[in-house]
């Protein structure tokens, strides 16, 4: 009797033991994917995010604005035609929202944070980003702005050049496709002569200049200062 006591003992024991391996079994199935649910959640928010860095210029009519983004979260903007002072200041993204810290400008130190809807349109041989300012994101008190918040609205056409515009550019100066090089890319300027706005873009072979131009962003057109690669 005492032997059949100790092997239901054992047996209950045994059984037990794959419950509680079962249960652990399941609970770590349960955990893994919860981590990756929210790993896959926290991979689809970062893609909604649009990368506005670079150097962009208001399509309106007037005095445009021009803004440069900088991967840092730093920037600057100004007006072109009335050469007002640059602002420097700073900026943080949400998904399909921009905030602003924009400089005072009724003698007030610091800065206001205003907050504007993004939208990214790739269609076009340059990309257009539209600042949409929404009001009930930013700051409740944006008088010490002078209105300066409206002003920023609008649409923006990039002004450097796309990874697809620079390939293009590199196979008119004759840079072989196979051939490591860096290239740089120099701050936009506007052309009086030609009336459009131009971008410096360099190619080196180690430290060696090797092809080089002023291009029109929005034609891909090597306009002036050309250097052709040579083979040399």
Not at 67 to 74: A, G
Not at 111 to 120: A, E, N
Not at 183 to 198: A, F, I, K, N, S
Request: aromatic share 10%; hydrophobic share 35%.
């Amino acid at each position: 009797m005492r032997k059949i006591f100790i092997i239901l003992i054992c047996m209950l024991t045994i059984l037990a033991l794959a419950g509680c391996g079962g249960s652990n079994e399941k609970d770590n199935g349960k955990g893994e994917k919860e981590e990756a649910q929210k790993k896959a959640e926290s991979t689809a928010e970062e893609a909604e995010y649009i990368n506005v860095a670079g150097c962009w210029l208001q399509t309106a009519e007037g005095d445009p604005f021009m803004i440069t983004f900088n991967d840092d979260n730093t920037m600057d903007y100004r007006l072109i035609l009335s050469e007002n002072t640059v602002f420097f200041t700073e900026f943080s993204l949400q998904p399909d929202y921009i905030t602003i810290d924009m400089v005072n400008t009724n003698n007030e130190e610091g800065t206001t944070p205003v907050v504007y809807k993004l939208d990214l349109n790739e269609e076009q041989e340059s990309p257009i980003l539209t600042l949409t300012l929404d009001r009930e994101r930013s700051s409740d008190d944006l008088s010490a702005l002078y209105g300066w918040e409206t002003v920023l609205e609008g649409p923006y056409r990039y002004l450097n050049l796309t990874s697809d515009q620079v390939e293009t550019v590199r196979e008119a100066l004759g840079v072989p496709d196979d051939m490591e090089v860096t290239m740089v890319q120099r701050t936009p300027e506007y052309w009086d002569g030609g009336q459009r706005w131009l971008v410096d873009i360099e190619f080196y072979d180690g430290t060696t200049l090797i092809a080089a131009a002023a291009v029109d962003p929005q034609t891909t057109e090597p306009c002036r200062d050309i250097i052709r690669y040579s083979g040399k």
